[in-house]
């Protein structure tokens, strides 16, 4: 591969390090102007500023002033489902309740049904279109999960649908098993029947290596505490990471449990209180918010300065879903956060690189513009961070490069 030189950029931006930044170093980035970056074989070799970029043969690319990041990572999001349930938003907006509609037998059940009854090829276009609109938004990491299936069967075709776009698609997809995202209505009187299925179903997944991560929706009317730890214990056991959907409408102690487990992430965490949010910071895991959430449901933000004072270390992700959120715009997240919550841009920029790629286990390789790691970075159409934030829901995303591969060239995909 030819060596590949990006001279001539007005804002480089980007987090340094290998381990997750919590509390004050979250907003401590790295920001060069008139900045060089050097890619051989897929692997940045140098960031620098300056005329150093010159003595270097290869591709060049004038970057022309303008502002690069290393690629976006969302590491929460629920991919592969099919149908919409636009009906359950408008009910939601005349006042009924998430958990109440779930109770129903609606919401995430509802997308149970549809995901049963559709077809392996349907799936797998549904998720790689959403796949292409991420790209062209940047974001060159996404964790996906399963989950709308419950049944073994179609939990394996959600996760085989992950595998095959794995293959297929130029983004680092990790795949997480969500067997535990609610009781399934055929097992509403046999909870305990219910958890050994996920226990048998975990057994084949590990053996097919379909997914690395098992997650579980830890809520009141869901899975309880303490089914929650027997499922993640075993998950454990089998040799996956964990993670938890903890908190999110209810304390159901979720965050304590991610704490006490040693969680990759816990997600949500809106009930959560300060003392379940130090204790993660020690154990740590990487404290996971999820504001467009938090606007679709029309719910408090996560306190996300009360997390980053108790010392956590915060991803933002989509939490992308057919409910609670029907956006995978990471963008609006980020925007969102600094608007809403009082994270700055460089904190949020942190939270969409660095912490995320250390909770998914790559941030050897990703989450920051370093020598050694690969070279995910995006170039957009401004000169300088605070204009991404300020140009709330436009695209400036110009070129995407994931391996040192041009995967976006001026807005349109390669
Ligand atoms: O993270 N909270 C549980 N799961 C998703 C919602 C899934 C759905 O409503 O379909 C979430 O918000
Ligand atoms: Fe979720």
Do not use: F, I, Q, W
């Given at each position: 591969m030819e060596r590949l030189i990006v001279y001539n950029i007005g804002t480089l931006a980007t987090p340094i390090g290998s381990g997750p930044k919590g509390g004050a170093a979250m907003k401590a980035i790295k920001i060069l102007n008139d900045a060089y970056l050097v890619i051989e074989n897929g692997k940045f070799t140098e960031a620098g500023s300056g005329?150093?970029?010159?003595?270097y043969q290869g591709k060049k690319i004038d970057a022309q002033g303008r502002l690069v990041t290393p690629g976006l990572i969302d590491?929460?999001?629920?991919?592969i489902f099919a149908g919409s349930r636009e009906h359950e938003f408008r009910k939601r907006l005349e006042g009924a309740s998430y958990l109440d509609i779930l109770a129903a037998g609606g919401g995430i059940l509802e997308t149970v049904e549809k995901t049963r009854a559709a077809g392996f090829d349907m799936l797998y276009d549904e998720a790689a279109e959403t796949l292409e609109k991420m790209l062209l938004l940047g974001i060159s990491v996404i964790e996906a999960k399963s989950g709308y299936g419950l049944d073994q069967d179609t939990e394996l075709k959600q996760l085989k649908v992950i595998k095959q776009l794995k293959k297929n698609c130029p983004q680092h997809i990790i795949a997480t098993y969500l067997g535990a995202h609610a009781i399934p209505s055929e097992y509403k009187q046999n909870r305990k029947g219910y958890i050994d299925i996920i226990k048998e179903t975990m057994e084949v997944i590990k053996r097919e290596s379909l997914a690395e991560f098992c997650d579980v929706f830890c809520e009141e009317g869901v899975f309880s505490y303490e089914e929650s730890k027997e499922i993640l214990v075993r998950a454990k056991e089998l040799g996956f990471k964990i993670r938890i959907h903890a908190d999110e409408m209810t304390n159901s102690g979720g965050a304590r449990l991610a704490a006490e487990l040693d969680c990759s992430f816990a997600d949500h965490l809106l009930a959560s209180v300060s003392e379940d949010f130090t204790a993660m910071a020690e154990s740590d895991v990487v404290l996971v918010a999820l504001p467009l959430t938090s606007f679709v449901l029309d719910k408090p933000f996560a306190r996300i300065r009360e997390m980053i004072a108790c010392n956590g270390a915060l991803a933002l992700a989509t939490?992308?879903?057919?409910?609670?959120?029907?956006?995978?715009?990471l963008h609006l997240v980020m925007q969102t956060a600094v608007i809403k919550t009082g994270m700055t841009p460089a904190e949020v920029l942190t939270a969409v690189t660095l912490n995320p790629a250390y909770g998914l286990g790559l941030v050897e390789s990703k989450g920051s513009i370093e020598t050694g790691k690969d070279a995910d970075f995006i170039i957009f159409n401004c000169s300088n961070l605070d204009y991404f934030f300020y140009?709330?829901?436009?695209?400036?995303?110009r070129d995407v490069y994931i391996r040192g591969i041009n995967v976006v060239n001026n807005g349109r995909i390669v």
């Open positions: 005329a150093g970029y010159k003595k590491a929460h999001n629920h991919l939490d992308y879903n057919p409910g609670s959120c029907p956006s995978y715009n140009r709330l829901g436009e695209n400036l995303v």
